[in-house]
């Protein structure tokens, strides 16, 4: 077996987190932008490393993030508890109506709108980023940009810090093969209406090479 993939969507968030490792053992790829693409390169990464007999231990969805301000702010950290398609369902005229409740199957629903994240991997990555804010991130396939969007997603999700674009894709990846998940976060920008000026962006880039130290001492752990 051997150490930790980390997935990210672009090679500027790929270059932030192998500055800040110190286990050459991490592999760090930046697949493209948005959960489709995240999954599908995930799946095909663990899958050739199980075929030649090399596991990772972990699978790490990082990058930066738009966070809630209530929750953490702009340059913060943010470990995810769990992965939830914030966007996968439909729209009634009694509002959003995620996909696990119109009725489907249970198989045909893979690992539900929501997957938590590794116990154990998820320990040890706040045992090395104490200051981290922990809780649900959102992954969104259109980035919220207005203030009813984003009250609409306080009102479904009351206990989310931040949203993402790849890690439910990554997370329904690793949960098919098996192999711990968790997901890592710095915050650029508030969520809300959107505002360029407000993001900081080479912020956020740093908070994660500070952060990366953090998964090489998760893989020592033997998670």
Avoid: C
């Avoid at 390169?41 to 990082?62: D, K």
């Amino acid at each position: 077996m051997t150490g930790l993939l980390v997935i990210t969507a672009v090679p500027a968030e790929a270059e932030a987190v192998r500055a800040g490792l110190s286990d050459p053992a991490t592999t760090v790829v930046a697949v493209g932008v948005g959960p489709a693409v995240a999954g599908a390169a995930t799946a095909r990464l663990l899958a050739l490393a199980e075929a030649g007999g090399r596991p990772y231990r972990g699978v790490v969805s990082a990058g930066v993030a738009g966070g809630f301000p209530d929750h953490v702010p702009v340059g913060g950290t943010v470990l995810g508890s769990s992965a939830i398609a914030a966007d996968l369902g439909a729209e009634s005229p009694e509002g959003f109506i995620p996909v696990d409740q119109l009725g489907m199957p249970a198989e045909l629903l893979g690992g539900g709108v929501r997957i938590t994240a590794d116990r154990a991997l998820l320990a040890a990555l706040r045992a090395g980023l104490p200051a981290a804010t922990v809780g649900p991130v959102l992954t969104v396939t259109t980035v919220t940009g207005t203030a009813t969007s984003t009250d609409e997603l306080r009102r479904r999700h009351p206990d989310a810090v931040a949203e993402a674009m790849e890690g439910y894709g990554v997370a329904v990846a690793a949960a098919h093969a098996g192999v711990p998940f968790v997901e890592l976060r710095t915050i650029s920008n508030p969520i809300g209406p959107r505002d360029r000026d407000a993001w900081r962006l080479r912020e956020a880039l740093e908070a994660l090479t500070a952060a990366a130290a953090a998964l090489s001492t998760a893989t020592a752990t033997g998670t």
